[in-house]
């Protein structure tokens, strides 16, 4: 079974950048799509972006397109998510997690993700 630690979270002002890894144990981890998702104060976990497990597809979303890039290192099974251009609203408790079927799309819902990590916090102030 893939278990599933994600870091590299903090305090940033707006406008500011932080890359967060989502290292993995097991070694079927390549074989899953992965996700990153995100769940804020009094809010429901939301999708944030997605890649395929050869790391050729990824898939976001509006809220952070254009800001955040995902990308996969399957060598050191770890999986990352750049963000840049960062806003308050940004501000959230963020997860990653494997897809459980190997269809890419066009379901994003959390319910479709398995493996949670603890998440790691993201602060944001304006």
């Known amino acids: 079974q893939v278990q599933l630690v994600e870091s590299g979270g903090g305090s940033v002002q707006a406008g500011g950048s932080l890359r967060l890894s989502c290292a993995a144990s097991?070694?079927?981890?390549?074989?899953?799509?992965t996700g990153w998702f995100r769940q804020a104060p009094g809010k429901e976990r939301e999708f944030v972006a997605a890649i395929s497990w050869s790391g050729r597809s990824t898939h976001y979303a509006d809220s952070v397109k254009g800001r955040f890039t995902i990308s996969r290192d399957n060598a050191k099974n770890t999986v990352y998510l750049l963000m840049n251009s960062l806003k308050p609203e940004d501000t959230a408790v963020y997860y990653c997690a494997l897809k459980r079927t190997a269809d890419w799309g066009p379901n994003w819902d959390s319910e479709k993700f398995s493996s949670w990590g603890q998440g790691t916090q993201v602060t944001v102030s304006s």
């Open positions: 097991g070694r079927t981890f390549s074989t899953y799509h």
